[in-house]
Structures are given as C-alpha cells and as structure tokens.
C-alpha cells in the first residue's frame, strides 16, 4: 500500500474540497420521481378531463401530448396558438388549451423536463389554482437528473404595451421576480400590486392556491363565444354586482393579482428556460405574457443561456447548441 507524505495528504483534502465545492455550486435539472394523474373538467370546454405528467430526462424539456392524437408539442413560447382567456399550444392539426396552470406549477416547484398528457383539447381546471398540481408532484417527489440546469438570463430591457397596459423583462440578479399590478373598477378588485421572488416555497406559500376569477356580467357573452361552460363555484371566483360570490370567499384578500402571477409564471415558462430577470406588467394577461417573449426572443441581444460554473476554470461554457434550437424553433410535426 503507497503511503502519502502529509504534504501529499494536504493536496489531496484541497483536491476533494475543491470538487465538494464545485459540486454544490452546480444547480441539477429536476424530473418527476414517479407520474401524476389528475381528473377534473376544462373550465372552458366543459368536458371531463384527465391530466397525465410522466418524468422526462434531461434536457428534454417539457411537452404536451393529446391521448387522441398522435402529435407532441414542445412547451414553448413559438407553439403558442391563441391566448384569449388561458394560453393553448399547437399540436398537430389541434391544440391543447389551458396549459398555464400545468407550466406554472412545474416552473413554480423547478421542475425542468417532464411529459405532459390530456385526453382531451383543455387541461382540466381543478379547483382553478394550481395548489392541486402541486400537491401531486410533492406526493410523486422530485428527481435530480444528471445534468446542469440552463437559466435564460435577461441583459436588457425588452418591454411590449398595448394603451395603459404593459409587459416587460429586465435584467436583475438571482433567479425570476415578479411585480404585477391590476386595476379594476370593481370595488371587489380595484388596484392590487404585488411583488414576489419566484422559488419552490414562495410559489406553494404565495401563488400556487390562487384561483381564477370571473364576472358574472360576463358570463352569457363567455358562454357564446365558447369559453367558461365548465366555470363554477368549485373552481373559480365568480364576482356578482355587490362582491365575491364564493360561499367560502377569497384565499388570499389580495387573491386576483396572485392568480395574475401564477398566470405569468406559467406563461414565461414557455420561454424554454427559468429566467433570470425581473417581469414587471401592469394590466397584463396571457396576450402580453406570451408577446414579451416573443419581443425577447426577436431581439438576440437581450437575453443568454448560461450554465454551470466549471470547478477549475471559473468560466461559464454551457453546451447550448440543442437547448438554443428548443428555445428557438417552431414545432415541427
């Protein structure tokens, strides 16, 4: 057996440490332990669906799949297809609606790859939060995967307005923050501002019970056109002439601007990558989220992947040329 000089030993114990050390500075990709299952209706369609999420390995993403249908659909921002009342993506000759609840979640609890399968054309709805997707992931557990985790970071303002209305990305230190504000007439809502830094337990303790909501002025127009035939009591906050309608009432008092976070941190989920920024909009909704992104990306200045730190060099050299075509390409079926 070689025996070492204390010298020797000492160089050794460096070696390791330096290794621990760079170990612990590297930030891991997450999968699912074990798959969900959810079942509820759509909020939109009205029709039973059941919500499926299987593990993914690493830099794989995240992706939507119908049980109908045999097209996939990478989670991001360019499969985007319409955003009036909740974001749907692209899949084949249809799309899968609703998906906001399901990224925000994911996002919320830094889940980076994961399968997703519906049944159906709507993600159901559940209580119309995010609180129950949580729940079974938390129940399912949480899987390190072998590889570093990418971050979209922000260089430079990119802001998109449409009147009053405002959404923008700016560079800031640490992982995504989030300052929204409504404005409402209604006295229920009226103006609520909230800022939050996004990570695993601000999202469980601030946004992820925060529901969806509604007027009751609205809901015939709605139903004609399509939209809220599964909305209810059970999961949304329906807001009537003299106030919140719920025989439960709000969550939170500041409940609405929280749903408009979570709707956020779904939506920019859809950018490929956690981001690395400041997301302030004012009146915004999943047509500003999504036209953010759109700016962000038309503009290769503002933003880059970075990866992890190398332990010796002290350099930043992520291998970016697949995670780039994912962040950047339209599906192609």
């Not at 000089?5 to 930030?27: M, N």
């Not at 007439?185 to 103006?191: L, V």
Request: charged content about 25%.
């Amino acid at each position: 057996m070689t025996r070492l000089k204390a010298k020797d030993r000492r160089c050794v114990a460096a070696d390791r440490e330096t290794c621990a050390s760079a170990f612990r500075s590297v930030e891991f990709q997450a999968t699912l332990r074990s798959p969900v299952l959810l079942e509820g209706v759509g909020v939109h369609s009205g029709k039973p669906a059941r919500l499926s999420i299987y593990p993914a390995e690493a830099d794989a993403g995240v992706s939507f799949a119908r049980a109908d249908c045999d097209a996939v659909s990478a989670a991001l921002w360019s499969n985007v297809c319409a955003t009036e009342l909740c974001t749907s993506l692209r899949l084949g000759a249809g799309a899968v609606a609703t998906v906001e609840h399901v990224m925000a979640a994911l996002a919320g609890l830094a889940i980076d790859n994961a399968h997703v399968e519906i049944d159906g054309p709507e993600a159901p709805v559940l209580d119309g939060s995010a609180v129950a997707i949580v729940e079974a992931i938390d129940e399912a557990g949480v899987r390190a995967l072998p590889a570093p985790r990418r971050r979209l970071e922000i260089l430079k303002t990119v802001r998109v307005e449409r009147g009053a209305a405002f959404a923008e990305l700016s560079p800031a230190e640490g992982g995504l923050t989030l300052d929204v504000e409504i404005d409402f007439t209604h006295a229920a809502i009226g103006r609520q501002r909230k800022r939050l830094a996004l990570d695993a337990d601000s999202f469980r303790r601030e946004l992820s019970r925060a529901r969806t909501f509604g007027f009751l002025r609205d809901i015939e127009r709605l139903w004609r056109a399509g939209f809220a035939l599964g909305a209810s009591f059970e999961n949304s906050i329906a807001i009537g002439e003299d106030g919140v309608l719920n025989p439960g009432g709000l969550r939170y008092r500041d409940e609405f601007v929280r749903h408009k976070m979570l709707d956020a941190v779904g939506d920019l989920a859809l950018a490929g990558a956690p981001i690395s920024g400041l997301f302030r909009s004012r009146c915004g909704g999943h047509a500003l989220n999504h036209a953010v992104l759109q700016a962000l990306f038309a503009d290769r200045s503002s933003w880059r992947l970075s990866g992890v730190q190398a332990a010796r060099r002290g350099e930043v050299r992520p291998d970016i040329g697949r995670f780039t075509q994912l962040a950047l390409a339209p599906e192609r079926s």
